[in-house]
């Protein structure tokens, strides 16, 4: 079966710009989960989303956001960017938290 | 404030020895524990987890030892192999549809 479609790989943007980044899950995966990694930070976990709802956030300022739709496909939005954004940003989707399946994640720079 | 610790950033191993990786959590509501591989330019792969009733699970090469009262979990790769080498992320969760909390990882190096 197909796993976790992140797009677009590789992200430029400007700062003050606004980006928006897209996960497709699991067919059958109601969770999906976005991350962020930056070199010895880890992951930092940002929001998930299960049945087009957010059920978990993470300890984010508000420019960051995020969607699920009706098909669980999911997008995170971040507004006005900034340079400490530059990271991969990860997305998961599980049926359970036993069993997360990640993308390859998109990598975004903010010149 | 980091909830899931993996002190060492970095880990030389020599191939065929083991190699353990280690893990610190704080939060006492944590009851699930997952060992996730990433290699560069891809996403992280789950290893192998533990639930907090069992001290230890075991799969292949791959075992991870919990010490619920010391807040410790380890991950034992024996023998260690060159293909190991990647970085490894320490996760926790609390309830069910609790988030994830991943570690900020240790980076494996198996040397042949």
């Known amino acids: 079966k197909a796993g976790v479609t992140q797009t677009p790989r590789y992200l430029i943007k400007t700062r003050g710009q606004q980006v928006t980044l897209s996960c497709s899950p699991i067919s059958g995966h109601r969770s999906v989960s976005w991350y962020q990694q930056t070199p010895g930070q880890g992951l930092q976990f940002l929001f998930e989303y299960f049945s087009e709802t957010q059920r978990n956030k993470g300890n984010f300022p508000g420019r960051f956001s995020g969607r699920q739709f009706s098909n669980s496909r999911s997008e995170m939005n971040v507004s006005t960017l900034e340079l400490g954004d530059s990271a991969l940003y990860l997305c998961a989707s599980s049926l359970s938290r036993s069993g997360y399946t990640f993308g390859s994640g998109t990598r975004l720079t903010v010149v | 404030d980091q909830q899931v610790k993996q002190n060492s950033p970095s880990l030389s191993v020599q191939e065929g020895r083991i190699s353990i990786l280690n893990c610190d959590y704080t939060?006492?509501?944590?009851?699930?524990f997952l060992w996730y591989k990433k290699y560069p330019a891809e996403g992280p792969t789950f290893l192998i987890s533990i639930s907090s009733i069992k001290d230890k699970n075991e799969d292949g090469r791959f075992t991870v030892f919990l010490n619920k009262s010391a807040k410790h979990l380890s991950l034992h790769i024996v023998p260690s192999q060159p293909g190991d080498s990647a970085v490894y992320f320490c996760a926790a969760s609390g309830a069910s549809y609790d988030k994830v909390i991943f570690g900020p990882g240790t980076s494996l190096s198996v040397i042949p």
């Open positions: 939060n006492s509501m944590f009851d699930y």
